[in-house]
């Protein structure tokens, strides 16, 4: 009986005497996961390190001039200048009262509309009301990267961007589409159907017209396209393809003469009638990052890119160049009736179309048969 | 969503929330992009202006009528004081004859110019939309130097004026023709020259003048399509200056399609209305008399009637605008009195106008017939 | 066509309607409401350009009511008012809105203000009123005007409405 309890308080004394190796080894195997943790939170780090130092510049340009920051600023000036000239077209002053010349109504605007309450029918899918209008946003915002700001400053350039820029355009009225359908609202659906009748009537009559400047140039790349722009601008040898690219732009943003997906007379403000506070913000920044794209893309195809006077940096060029066609847009969008959604595809089909598509084959024959267009091209 | 759409109606509320539907409702039912069926629904505005007059005396009824139709307030509110004046036995005065034409007619056109303004921002052109409401400012100051409000003026009472002419009024009143005449043949280029304009609104709403005799519509909506039918000629009233002027009755006869209207027609009709009513007030201005603006016995007369029935009419901006009155012995309020605005008809007009319409249509057709919800609702 | 042309060919046609000649512009006939749809139609036949200018219902006291329709004939520069008398206090008379599409919503709205029955008329759906006034037909001179409002606010109702709403 004495024989068991001394066996088990042997078994005790063992476990004691084991106890401060296990609490070791515990304390070990803690230290280890710290250190290791450490060693490579150091590589990484260091890793990351000479990853910026190497790409400072790129990031630069992706974060603050030609990008993010530049573009969402640029983005806030154009409101303001949208505002105000339609506020002169239509004889009113524009905004007025807050900053200097109305400076930063937008802002005001912005802060107005983000803390609004955001109100989501009944009948919408929830999910995808969320997350739509920040996906628009970032599709409109993402070939900002391809556009060539300057020989330098610019952020990204691959042999085929003028075809990625494009597969992100074809991707707006999809999204319009899909936020007339989720909003629950028979409105929000016409205008959902109406924004993507709008392209599948502009977008062909608009690839076709960036066609010319891509064979003259004999590049795919917008860079390229601006680059061999230096000795004469394409608008001088494709006058008729620029005014159909002008036109099927304007279609494809939808802004006033060709209006009709979002109406506000017709079908109150068509897909967007749903979206409420910030929701609404972004799909409103979103349309007029559109026009921004669209007044770049002009520029670099048609008004030699950064090429203009020789003695100003090419950056300031373009982007003289690119507040004058931000006015020709403006103001054409502020001085027409609406048409209507039938009109507007009989019109791209009936004569944009077939403009657009004479002018390829212009183009075409105009490289093979006209010898001096090349060394035009080349520069000499 | 099936295949099938096109076999499936889809039924749309526009309105009373819709943005351009400023207190009014329609169903509609779409088949894809065409209206099929077309349901006016009134009465978002009742504010059952006919009890009300029940109410009021014979002095304080006309501002009801006022507040039917801000844009035509000097038309709407005369019908009443007709009314009255018929049962009353009241004459009056040479000088206040003239001047209620002349404010008549200065109403037509600031109904007209605001109305360009609307069916522009209709069919989304906005600017077109503040340019004429600019010009309409400088009418609005000159109801506003003559009665000292813009909107609502309460100008006529039985019997005469309340407000008589100064030399700044007629100033104000010239500078506003003045302007009218500088910019109205621009806004006529801006839109029926306009090929977007011309797009959207010929053959749109197009009605013969049979239909549009049968659903009653009247003035300019009916003398577009060809029919002289004015109340300012075809009824002279005794209180009203029409006689002392020479004029003809515009109509619109269109080549391609006699007898018929559509929204452009009705737009050409409109700007040919307000260039009669210009040459109205340019004819009336020198030929306004001296004298007395009221009856000095009117006030006393207007306070109790004898009994009878009136009939008080007059062409307003929108057609004929007019007021039944009933009054027993010794009334001093109207026993029954029937307001018959000229927008009843032309809001249930849309009930045989719109189907077989597009939707984008819809408030082009609705705007070309200018309704105003007041006077259908009252 | 004048005034005693107009009464003329009512007359021989309806030798019981009663006529009054109120001015050189507008003749009034007093009509039973058997025959209103045969003179409507007279009318319509009569005058080339006439158009339905109102429709309207009026409460003479004592479950006596009076539906006027008014017409305006352009060309003959002529109003023609006829006057249709009812009794009863759910009186009934046939719709004319076939025969003049305009009319259709007069006749819905002297309907719900007066409940007047038209029968035949496709669509009596009330027009102007709310539904918590549908079936009290606020026109009536019975109708007593509604002061509930007041009440709430504990303020004291300063001009108590006479019995038989505004007639006296």
């Known amino acids: 009986m004495t024989g068991g309890a001394v066996l088990q308080f042997e078994w005790f004394v063992d476990w004691l005497r084991g106890l401060p190796q296990w609490v070791f080894n515990i304390i070990e195997v803690i230290r280890g996961i710290i250190y290791g943790i450490y060693d490579w939170l150091w590589v990484v780090i260091n890793l990351l390190w000479t990853l910026v130092i190497d790409n400072i510049f790129f990031l630069f340009k992706a974060v603050i001039f030609p990008g993010l920051i530049f573009v969402v600023m640029g983005l806030i000036f154009f409101v303001w200048f949208t505002r105000k000239l339609w506020g002169r077209i239509q004889m009113r002053r524009g905004p007025m009262h807050m900053g200097k010349y109305g400076g930063v109504q937008l802002f005001a605007d912005a802060i107005k509309l983000i803390s609004k309450e955001i109100i989501i029918p009944d009948k919408a899918h929830r999910w995808a009301y969320r997350f739509l209008p920040s996906l628009l946003l970032v599709v409109v915002l993402v070939p900002f990267a391809f556009i060539p700001w300057d020989t330098v400053w610019f952020i990204a350039d691959l042999s085929v961007s003028l075809v990625l820029v494009f597969a992100f355009l074809a991707a707006v009225p999809v999204i319009a589409l899909l936020a007339g359908w989720i909003s629950g609202s028979k409105y929000s659906l016409i205008g959902g159907f109406r924004a993507a009748n709008n392209q599948f009537a502009a977008e062909i009559p608009m690839i076709m017209s960036s066609v010319g400047p891509a064979m003259l140039a004999g590049s795919l790349s917008i860079m390229g396209i601006a680059l061999a722009q230096s000795s004469v601008w394409f608008i001088f040898l494709l006058p008729i393809n620029f005014a159909t690219f002008l036109t099927a732009s304007i279609i494809s943003v939808g802004v006033f003469p060709f209006d009709a997906p979002v109406a506000d007379s017709e079908i109150i403000f068509g897909w967007r009638t749903e979206f409420s506070g910030v929701y609404f913000t972004l799909t409103y920044f979103a349309e007029f990052a559109e026009q921004m794209l669209y007044s770049a893309l002009m520029v670099t195809f048609f008004f030699g890119g950064f090429y203009g006077v020789p003695w100003l940096p090419g950056a300031v060029n373009f982007i003289i160049k690119f507040l004058i066609m931000l006015f020709v847009f403006v103001t054409v969008s502020s001085s027409f009736h609406r048409l209507r959604q039938d009109q507007i595809v009989r019109y791209c089909w009936k004569y944009l179309l077939p403009l657009s598509m004479l002018n390829v084959i212009i183009a075409m024959l105009a490289i093979v048969y006209v010898p001096g267009l090349a060394l035009l091209l080349v520069g000499g | 969503m099936t295949p099938d759409i096109l076999d499936e109606t889809v039924e749309v509320w526009f309105g009373p929330q819709h943005v351009s539907a400023h207190g009014w409702a329609t169903k509609l039912k779409l088949v894809g992009d065409f209206i099929v069926e077309c349901d006016p629904h009134a009465g978002y505005f009742h504010r059952s202006a006919e009890k009300c007059l029940e109410y009021r005396n014979f002095r304080q009824g006309s501002p009801i009528l006022e507040r039917l139709c801000m844009l035509e307030a000097f038309l709407a509110e005369y019908p009443y004081i007709s009314a009255v004046e018929q049962i009353a036995g009241l004459v009056v005065p040479e000088r206040a004859k003239v001047l209620r034409t002349i404010m008549m007619e200065a109403s037509r056109i600031h109904s007209y110019q605001f109305w360009w303004g609307q069916l522009s921002a209709e069919m989304g052109f906005f600017a077109m939309t503040l340019w004429p409401w600019v010009d309409r400012e400088f009418f609005l100051d000159t109801f506003e130097e003559l009665t000292g409000v813009r909107h609502s003026p309460h100008f006529s009472t039985p019997g005469g004026l309340r407000f008589d002419f100064t030399e700044k009024v007629l100033a104000k009143l010239e500078k506003a023709i003045q302007v009218l005449e500088y910019n109205m043949p621009k806004f006529e280029d801006m839109l029926m020259k306009s090929p977007l304009f011309r797009m959207r609104t010929e053959g749109v709403g197009q009605y013969s003048a049979k239909e549009a005799l049968r659903w009653g519509l009247s003035g300019p909506n009916i003398k577009a399509c060809g029919i002289p039918m004015d109340l300012r000629k075809d009824q002279p009233d005794p209180n009203l200056a029409y006689d002392m002027v020479d004029w003809e009755v515009p109509i619109l006869e269109h080549p391609d399609h006699p007898g018929e209207s559509d929204a452009y027609d009705r737009m050409v009709q409109r700007f040919n209305e307000v260039k009669t009513s210009v040459d109205i007030i340019k004819q009336l201005i020198p030929q306004i008399p001296d004298g007395p603006i009221i009856d000095p016995k009117a006030r006393a007369k207007a306070n109790r009637l004898p009994e009878g029935e009136a009939y008080g009419r007059v062409e307003g901006a929108r057609g004929i605008t007019s007021l039944w009155l009933k009054t027993l012995e010794k009334a001093q309020t109207p026993y029954r009195a029937k307001i018959r605005g000229p927008c009843f008809h032309s809001y249930y007009a849309l009930k045989h106008l719109v189907p077989s319409a597009r939707f984008a249509d819809f408030i082009v057709i609705f705007g070309s017939l200018d309704p105003y919800p007041g006077w259908w609702d009252r | ?168």
């Open chain 3, 1 to 168: 066509m004048d005034a005693a042309g107009i009464v003329r060919t009512f007359t021989t046609k309806f030798p019981d309607i009663d006529v009054k000649t109120i001015n050189e512009h507008h003749i009034e006939f007093t009509v039973g409401k058997d025959i209103i749809r045969d003179v409507i139609t007279l009318v319509d036949e009569t005058f080339p350009e006439v158009i339905p200018e109102s429709a309207f219902g009026v409460d003479l006291g004592d479950d006596k009511y009076q539906v006027n329709y008014m017409f305006w004939s352009h060309k003959d520069r002529m109003i023609i008012q006829l006057k249709v008398n009812l009794e009863g206090s759910n009186p009934s008379l046939p719709a004319c809105c076939d025969i003049f599409s305009g009319l259709e919503w007069h006749e819905r709205e002297t309907h719900e203000m007066f409940g007047i029955m038209f029968t035949g008329h496709p669509d009596l759906r009330p027009l102007l009123l709310p539904d918590e006034l549908v079936g009290k037909y606020p026109m009536r001179k019975s109708f007593q005007t509604d002061r509930s409002r007041q009440a709430e606010t504990g303020l004291p109702v300063r001009k108590p409405r006479p019995e038989g709403g505004a007639k006296k």
